[in-house]
């Protein structure tokens, strides 16, 4: 529906809440509705909150059957799971996966037993230095079962008898993952991955859900030269297998962006391609160089998110990742903590706005041809340029995009060329562009 | 004439008042000869101030009529003046021409009136910042006029009725602009370009107009492999014009240096040419870097001077601008500040050195062949080397320039390349080279 | 008798004294017995010398005539001395070749004679600013004589007559120099160059012969990919010479290394070879960097050791030197300060670690191939990762050096390219190659 509706908007009408002031709490929104639900990497869990997802933009779901070959992996059984608890001796819930969800390993298998507290301590997991939160844990590719607890009520529990329930299934089924496509004039593809797999955790990734479908749904609206693809995955096995099943398509892929951790109140940033210099990767630190984050640009690494797949070398796809603070170096990361406080709308409005930039300059960045190249052309016949030599007067700011763009507009530089090496922001280089083509003086080149 | 003298001395030979201690003291009394003289774009003014530079240094004037097509532009129509005041109800002149040429808008149209200061105050222009100081304005491209005034003189100013002259001309007529050339034992030229077109303005630009004089009259007495063309031309028209003239010679310019505000008592700086590392800029980025003013190399932008027109992107040449303090960074910049006191012999002086040591390197820059590449050749028995194991004594240093010319004179290294590699002075490197040569051990190639 | 062994040890083993405590200790004692004897560029005490070694490590000895052309040298005359002294007109030695040998100008001629001080005096050769020191001198290729001695010893001496002998002979001889090869599985050479031409001075160079001479025992008993050449030669005439002898076989030379001043307590440090980036020199360097020694690696110059030799432009070998504290910069430098409380056995044992760091890497640099290209392999299903998701656990830290060599075993990355890249020290990475390796993952392409 979307291609068909002619948008009329361009991709930085986007930009500064100016057609939509409400990104920011909607995004929240949409992390408070998710944060209840019991994710894994496969589940109910998954195909609830994307069907919340789905409410929202256009998303195919698909399935995959556990067993599935997946180039050296197969994808797992399916998790569910109901209920689980620790029971005292007196019957009370000690530990309780209705209080959160992260309280039960990952992948548990069912068990249901009694055993004295010296049984039970090492299927306990906890974070000493962190007495007061909750860590995740899971054990996806182990059949195991456990539970998290705050280390000061692991501390509190007394010695006797305990009732254990975990109330799950781990069975045939199949994977879930969520995919939005939005068509643009050319075949040539944006992807957007974020992962889907995380319980109770909101920056890490809720964050990057509701981003993701923000953002999706604002390029609905929008004029666009590339068409985006959106992956709502569960890490590492989602995209593995979306790779295997798409194997043949990735060369449409020209830039990549995983989000994730994009709630939080830190600074943006953005972690390199595998390839390093990529376009996205130039898009990226050109729009956090303009703020003053160019600090927070990071090589690659071959750890982190989805982008290890991406970037590993057989496909070494332009993907790089877009985050706040980065995973792993926030203290709330993968425990209770990551939780509805830790982000913030405004927080999530910034990140779109940061990947909106993005995404402009790879909308935008193309090549002119200076048609009159000897000498400047006369800007002020044009309109384009003061007409005194007041040089203690206003309005030189703009005339400096305009020649830049004719100086270095021989067909070896593109729009970005120009703002790197011109430090200007790359929208002023392309209004200058736009003005210096309407006045015939730019000609755009393949 | 100088071509034919079959001159005795080596460029280097200029270097440090070594043949000619007068240099700034006559570049200064050059400026101060022309300091009167109201120069614009066009005019008697700039054909007044040619002819005494004619005095010094062969110059051919030449006279391009109005109208002419020059690219994008058109040559303008010749403004001239002989007179211009504001006058207050008693008759006294408030504002005066003959005081200073700054106070009228350059080019503006004759005009003759009486009106209320009322009706005067648009057409008066001052600096409220610099309210001690008459500010330069212009209208080239643009019929106007108006006056500059120092801007406590304009608050000074009472109501009242107020009777206003311009006495100019703008008519058919020619643009003027000067060239000297001097040949040398090839016809690849250097380039050097300085304006002409300011009025009464000293650093900005006479100190230009000094200096290339200087420089053309010293180097009229030089061995020269390069020849060299001087260019005394009105601002960016001026290089508009010329380069529509000469394009299909523009070939031979291999290197060339734009000279503006070179009389101030600032440190030298450098902008690099559109090229950003051609042999002009190396060479220039070598001579500072030498003399621990690596800080003051800009990086090309494409404003400025003329260099704007030489680098734009169907000419590229490699033209850079050697400045002391870059135009518009000096509080006294496009002002009657910017007068006699504000440029210095001395500071005219070690302009001069610093263009001679970039021809120097230009002049010298050539690749060399060891010819005894294998192992070092024994430098004692040839005279050239300290013959015992004394490492405390002295007469270390110059065999450390030797040694570098020997080791990188491959084929692939020049004697700047050498210079920049060693972090030795360029004339260092020249002496080794020379005596490395002389004793058979090394031979130029092309 | 090395090669037929078949060695069991790699490389690494030999590193921390794990196989050998005794190495700094070790050559710390051949540096006392080598300390006494009168070196030179030839004649017997390096032949002495050189004797010391052939005991602890195989070694062909090589003598070269007097007056044998080597390139643009001739090799010198043979220089022998018995016995040199001053005697006062007490017939007291008052410099006495019996305390050091550094009291006589090496390759002084015979002079037997009685002259009164101020005839003596310009013979007398001393450092006014170390006045307590013995410099040495040398006065190879001019016939000379001359005396070195303390300072303040020189200003003792009473006005008077001296009798003066130097019972030295300047013969036709040879040039002596010694070569040990260590045959690899490969005709491919690394070379370790030392110069052994000084007299009584350890770290320059008794230091260097005495570490060449442990890598040499050390490497005989490991398995070696490469073939390994040792050299003990006079300084600059000796590799000279060894060049002109050897000039077809030099394109086996891979890699090289000059050792010198190896025995101080100062840092090690690394020059790079002329090439400036050859294997043996990001191989210095990476082991340098990962020690926080980056600030030790200086860039080539074309004065210092042997690697002027090597590195001169008919050759251009890839020789780096590594050195503690650099000659010329510490102030015992060419006098007899440089003695054997200099020199610590912990300097020379860390120096021996540091060049087996730098061996090891070339021995051990090689390009994999990922065999599971797309996405990660399972590493877990293989042992080889932890099971649960538990990244507050440990065990993480070598996770890291395989997922680098899967991500950039794409074929265009060797071994030191990828522990460059991710800033892991190379063992971290070679263990991670070997383990990925054994389990198939990985396959060593050419």
């Known amino acids: 529906m979307h291609a068909a509706a002619r ?12 057609r939509d002031a409400a990104v920011g709490t909607r995004a929240h929104d949409l992390i408070r509705e998710l944060y209840p639900i019991c994710r894994s990497l496969t589940g109910e869990g998954v195909r609830e909150s994307l069907k919340l997802v789905q409410k929202v933009i256009p998303l195919d779901i ?19 799971i109901r209920d689980a608890y620790i029971k005292n001796a007196r019957g009370e819930r000690v530990v309780d996966f209705r209080h959160s969800n992260l309280h039960v390993t ?65 069975t045939e ?8 496509f939005l068509p643009g004039e050319t075949t040539d593809e944006v992807l957007v991955s974020t992962h889907i797999c995380h319980p109770s955790l909101c920056n890490d990734n809720l964050s990057g859900v509701a981003l993701a479908t923000e953002l999706a749904r604002a390029l ?35 830039h990549g962006l995983v989000l994730v951790a994009v709630g939080d109140s830190g600074d943006p940033s953005y972690k390199r391609s ?96 200076n048609l009159n190249p000897k000498c400047e052309p006369q800007l002020g016949k044009r309109g384009l340029y003061r007409l005194t030599g007041d040089v203690h007067g206003g309005g030189k700011v703009k005339e400096m995009p305009m020649l830049w763009v004719l ?12 703002a790197e090496r011109s430090e200007l922001a790359f929208g002023d280089v392309l209004a200058a562009a736009h003005a210096l083509e309407q006045c015939g003086l730019l000609k755009e080149i393949e």
Not at 69 to 79: I, T, Y
Not at 407 to 418: K, R, W
């Open 7 to 18: 948008p009329e908007f361009a991709i930085r009408d986007l930009l500064h809440g100016r």
């Open 407 to 418: 100086n270095l507009s021989d067909g070896d530089h593109s729009l970005l060329d120009i």
């Open 173 to 180: 089924g199949s994977l879930t993952y969520g995919e939005c």
């Open 274 to 369: 595998r390839r390093g210099n990529a376009e996205i990767d130039r898009a990226a630190v050109h729009v956090l160089r303009q703020q003053g984050f160019e600090g927070r640009v990071r090589e690659f690494f071959p750890h982190g998110n989805d982008e290890r797949q991406f970037c590993s070398p057989g496909f070494n796809l332009p993907v790089g990742s877009f985050m706040r603070t980065p995973c792993g170096t926030f203290p709330e990361y993968h425990t209770s903590a990551d939780n509805l406080d830790f982000v913030r709308p405004a927080a999530l409005a910034d990140s779109f706005d940061q990947c909106i930039g993005i995404f402009e300059i790879l909308e935008h960045n193309r090549r002119y041809l």
């Open 62 to 80: 698909h399935e995959v059957a556990s067993g599935t070959r997946a180039f050296d992996w197969v994808v797992p059984k399916e998790w569910n």
């Open 106 to 170: 990952g992948y548990s298998v069912p068990v249901r037993a009694r055993m004295s507290l010296g049984e039970l301590r090492p299927r306990l997991y906890s974070l000493p230095a962190k007495p007061d939160v909750v860590p995740l844990r899971t054990s996806y590719f182990r059949e195991d079962w456990g539970f998290s607890i705050a280390h000061r009520d692991l501390e509190k529990l007394p010695e006797g008898e305990y009732e254990v329930c975990i109330d799950s299934t781990l």
């Open 220 to 254: 609905g609206d929008c004029r666009r030269r590339y068409s985006y693809r959106f992956l709502f995955i569960p890490a590492q096995i989602g995209s593995i297998v979306w790779l295997s099943r798409n194997e043949r398509n990735v060369g449409r892929i020209k």
